[in-house]
């Protein structure tokens, strides 16, 4: 089959109602429940993401250390985890690329969505959400994963046909 032209693809701000269909935003705002404890020192921001590890699974804590990814970046591939959720929380407050793609069928490039992520914006991909392996901007950045560890197959990879671009950010 010959090379498919890329599809473009257009970046969107990464915001709580625009990431529902995948998961959760998890972001201290005041559009979530929060509360003031420890006598006033601290506001807690309370259960933001649902975090599922499956009927067989255990819920760990892991640091992903991520190279920087160079743009203009050809999207080729997805995956998912069909056993559990997967959340990445940024720790070194940088800018960080979120691409995904409804539970279910394996995406074409029409179905990608592309959010640009703020260095104090985390996210939770949804058990079997279609996503994009960790896109880190500008540099080495560290990430607090929290996913599943367990017995069987937790991870889908699909080759996309048509490949999506996700352009270089407008300054
Ligand atoms: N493979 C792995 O643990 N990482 C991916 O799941 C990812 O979403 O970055
Ligand atoms: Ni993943």
């Known amino acids: 089959m010959t090379a ?9 701000p990464l915001t709580r109602e625009a990431f529902a269909p995948f998961g959760e935003l998890i972001e201290a705002s005041d559009a979530v429940q929060h509360f003031t404890i420890n006598a006033g020192n601290t506001e807690r921001y309370h259960d933001l993401a649902r975090i599922e590890p499956g009927p067989d699974g255990r819920v760990i804590v892991s640091i992903f250390r991520g190279q920087p990814r160079t743009l203009p970046f050809t999207v080729q591939m997805m ?3 069909p056993k559990a959720s ?3 929380i940024p720790m070194s407050g940088k800018p960080y690329l979120v691409v ?3 539970a279910g069928n394996p995406p074409a490039a029409q179905d990608l969505k ?4 703020r260095g104090d914006q985390g996210v939770n991909y949804a058990t079997g959400v279609w996503h994009h392996p960790l896109l880190a901007l500008e540099t080495v950045s560290d990430f607090i994963v929290i996913d599943r560890s367990g017995p069987g197959h937790n991870c889908d990879e699909v080759q996309l046909d048509t490949p ?5 950010l407008r300054s």
């Open 4 to 12: 498919q032209p890329a599809l473009t693809l257009e970046i969107q």
């Open 79 to 81: 995956e998912r985890h």
């Open 86 to 88: 997967q959340a990445f």
């Open 100 to 102: 995904v793609a409804p």
């Open 114 to 117: 592309v959010f640009l992520a």
């Open 164 to 168: 999506g671009l996700i352009p270089a």
